[in-house]
Nanobody, 116 residues
Framework: VQLQASGGGLVQAGGSLRLSCAASGSNFKINAVGWYRQARGKQRELVAAITSASSTNYADSVKGRFTISRDNTRNTVYLQMNSLKPEDTAVYYC???????????WGQGTLVTVSS
């Protein structure tokens, strides 16, 4: 099983980035997914989540700015981040539940840096 998170980078405040989390591996299908982030010196926090039925929820700090979505044909989940703020700077991780199991897997993280 491989989870490839990508799309991070350096962006100015007010800008946008789109993160991707792609799952690959024999018979690995994504069920539910959470995007988490961890800023330096802080605990990891849940930013957005999506269920197999595409029901979503968001942390208050990102509501209206971030959108989580999924493409089941590509076995990939996205996090569209708009109106980025310096406080969004963190390493972003996807956490994926494997369909048909109760097992969760972490992606390797992708760094998002928002400059003021």
């Amino acid at each position: 099983v491989q989870l490839q998170a990508s799309g991070g980078g350096l962006v100015q405040a007010g800008g946008s980035l789109r993160l991707s989390c792609a799952a690959s591996g024999s018979n690995f299908k994504i069920n539910a997914v959470g995007w988490y982030r961890q800023a330096r010196g802080k605990q990891r926090e849940l930013v957005a989540a999506i269920t197999s039925a595409s029901s979503t929820n968001y942390a208050d700090s990102v509501k209206g700015r971030f959108t989580i979505s999924r493409d089941n044909t590509r076995n990939t989940v996205y996090l569209q981040m708009n109106s980025l703020k310096p406080e969004d700077t963190a390493v972003y991780y996807c956490k994926v539940e494997r369909l048909g199991s109760l097992s969760w897997y972490w992606g390797q993280g992708t760094l998002v840096t928002v400059s003021s």
